[in-house]
């Protein structure tokens, strides 16, 4: 059988790495070899990575450098992509988000309308901060969605979204998956009972839909034994740092700033709950790195969390904007008497992303939709 060759429009990709650069990765290399080839072209975002590399098994192409790279992104991939299969053809497009990496492949589309056109939904923002960006450009925007072959959406809140926007075509929900051998119980894991000092975490890019704001305010409603640790950095950390010396909590949290993936799991197995209150989500990978640790976690019911986390069952849903929400279920978590239950819910999530979110079970699934 000849070898497929896949081309990948993505914003962006190692070494600046989100939820999605780490599933596309994940993914090619599990896939590559005889059966797929994979290209992918992005985005230099500080200018100064190669432009065009073997990284993994994957041949990367990078345009541009900065800001003005993304949004010139649609046209200047388009036209290398362009090139690339006029000399040697391209089985399948595949865009990784319905952003500018959506535009350019539905040029591509329309330009070889035989090229199978995989659209990936990995989007987190809220249809509000869609239609924000969008507004413009809204009947181009629906075409990234409509003109689709196949659409992989990595939550049931994304697909119903691909619905909406008029996608004609099949439309399959895949989750992202999490490396189990990187994210496990670990023997270093300090047991709740043995200390006095309780540990909430979080990990998440400091932008406002991940809503740490509530998480750092739900501290008010707390013991004061009962400290936040926040991994990650974005615009809204100043606004941060200046809620929590307002609200009197600044000896409780501890911004530790973006820390390395490899050293995520020891934090985590440091805390005794992992918080994120989240207003939107595409579906959550922090979550189920957490659960996999064996973490007890708190969510809020938006977006993809609810495929994952229910109350009493995975875990423990807060209401939304709510920090005294968020402060009951963490006293619950916190509280001795129901140690026994949090143990066997927190196994349970555990149990459910060994058996269904992980990256071999990803990869077997999305080899079916290429």
């Not at 994979?38 to 975002?45: A, P, R, S, W």
């Not at 909590?249 to 390395?260: A, H, M, P, W, Y």
Request: aromatic letters at 10%; one cysteine or more.
């Amino acid at each position: 059988m000849a070898t497929k060759r896949v081309l990948v429009f993505s914003l962006a990709y190692y070494p600046f790495v989100g939820g999605a650069e780490v599933a596309l990765r994940e993914i090619v290399e599990r896939l590559a070899g005889d059966e797929y080839e994979f290209e992918i072209i992005t985005v230099n975002l500080d200018g100064n990575q190669p432009a065009i590399e073997k990284y993994g098994t994957a041949l990367v192409r990078r345009l541009g450098g900065g800001k003005l790279a993304k949004y010139l992104f649609p046209f200047t991939a388009y036209r290398l992509a362009k090139r690339l299969h006029q000399r040697e053809p391209y089985d399948v497009v595949w865009a990784m988000m319905a952003n500018q990496a959506g535009l350019a492949t539905l040029f591509f589309k329309w330009q070889f309308p035989k090229v199978k056109y995989l659209l990936t939904l990995q989007e987190g923002d809220s249809l509000f901060d869609i239609w924000l960006r969008t507004w413009f450009m809204r009947p181009l925007y629906k075409a990234i969605y409509r003109c689709a072959d196949h659409i992989q959406a990595i939550s049931n809140f994304l697909a119903k979204r691909a619905i909406k926007f008029g996608a004609k075509c099949s439309v399959t929900v895949v989750p992202n998956g999490v490396d189990i051998d990187k994210f496990k119980v670990t023997s270093y894991k300090v047991e709740s009972g043995e200390r006095k000092n309780k540990i909430i975490i979080t990990t998440s890019r400091l932008v406002k839909k991940n809503g740490i704001s509530d998480l750092i305010k739900s501290l008010t409603y707390l013991p004061s034994e009962v400290s936040l640790w926040v991994l990650g950095i974005g615009k809204e950390e100043h606004s941060l740092r200046q809620l929590v010396c307002k609200i009197g909590v600044e000896n409780r949290v501890k911004f530790l700033g973006q820390i390395d993936g490899s050293q995520i799991p020891e934090y985590l197995a440091k805390a005794d709950a992992f918080v994120r209150a989240s207003l939107s989500e595409g579906l959550g990978n922090s979550f189920l790195e957490a659960m996999a640790t064996g973490l007890p976690v708190v969510g809020t019911p938006v977006g993809g969390i609810p495929d994952f986390l229910k109350t009493g069952q995975t875990g423990w849903l807060c209401q939304v904007n709510n920090p005294k929400s968020i402060a009951e279920q963490i006293k619950f978590i916190l509280d001795p008497t129901n140690s026994e239950q949090v143990k066997k819910i927190a196994n349970q999530g555990r149990n459910l992303v060994l058996n269904k979110y992980t990256w071999d079970k990803v990869a077997h699934e999305m080899r079916k939709i290429l």
